[in-house]
């Protein structure tokens, strides 16, 4: 159970143009899932959270009007990335909690969308 | 600012040892401490969880402890294999609903065949 499941999982697009991603819960409703970014050989850098019917919160240093984040069901959660730059290449990952968020949920992640803006 | 640190970057150990792992964490003061493991190009899995007053906690071959006098996590993985290999990341967070996972650089461990 507690499947997270991210597409694409590969996209290349050129600079200048957007890209969604999408995050799905597949056997669980999730009301919470967060969007990271990870850099190679980086620790996980959370970007925001997003939270099923209200807007989502960013973390200091993310450009909202960038990364567009859209939680519109209890099992969906997109992000996009509007007018990509190649500094915007990076692998992008969702992940979700089951449950109201308590301190000892785990986090279950997607496998990931490794963008490449050229 | 909080700060989690992860013992070097990669970890090489003989198939069949111990491989132990460390994380240590300044400012800070998390309930619970959780394990992730990451492949190549995937998403991390949870591993195992330990909270603040559990001395240690077990699972299969793999074990984990919580001192929060040292502010430290070791992880433990008994009988290693090749297929042990991976990245592993610590993740404290505190007690409450709104507070946040952050996550250590993690440790790349290698076992050697």
């Known amino acids: 159970g507690a499947v997270v499941s991210q597409h694409p999982s590969r996209v290349i697009c050129k600079s200048g143009t957007s890209v969604k991603i999408e995050c799905r819960s597949l056997d669980f409703q999730a009301t919470t899932m967060f969007w990271y970014r990870q850099f190679p050989k980086q620790s996980l850098m959370l970007m925001a959270t997003?939270?099923?019917?209200?807007?989502?919160?960013?973390e200091q240093g993310v450009e909202k009007d960038k990364f567009l984040i859209n939680h519109a069901s209890l099992t969906l959660s997109t992000l996009t990335v509007t007018s990509a730059h190649p500094e915007d290449s990076s692998f992008y990952i969702c992940?979700?909690?089951?449950?109201?968020?308590?301190?000892?949920?785990?986090?279950?992640f997607g496998n990931g969308t490794r963008l490449t803006v050229t | 600012s909080q700060k989690i640190e992860q013992n070097s970057e990669a970890l090489n150990i003989q198939e069949g040892k111990t491989a132990t792992l460390t994380c240590n964490y300044t400012?800070?003061?998390?309930?619970?401490l959780q394990w992730y493991r990451q492949d190549p190009g995937r998403g991390p899995v949870f591993l195992l969880l330990?909270?603040?007053?559990?001395k240690e906690k077990r699972k299969e071959r793999l074990k984990v402890t919580f001192d929060t006098t040292l502010k430290q996590s070791l992880f433990h993985i008994t009988a290693s294999q090749p297929a042990d290999s991976a990245t592993y990341l610590c993740?404290?967070?505190?007690?409450?609903?709104?507070?946040?996972?952050?996550f250590g650089k993690g440790t790349r461990l290698h076992i050697l065949p």
């Open positions: 993740a404290p967070r505190g007690g409450r609903r709104d507070d946040k996972i952050i």
């Open positions: 330990i909270r603040e007053n559990e």
């Open positions: 997003s939270n099923e019917g209200s807007k989502a919160t960013y």
């Open positions: 992940s979700a909690r089951i449950g109201p968020g308590r301190g000892n949920s785990p986090l279950h």
């Open positions: 400012n800070y003061s998390p309930a619970y």
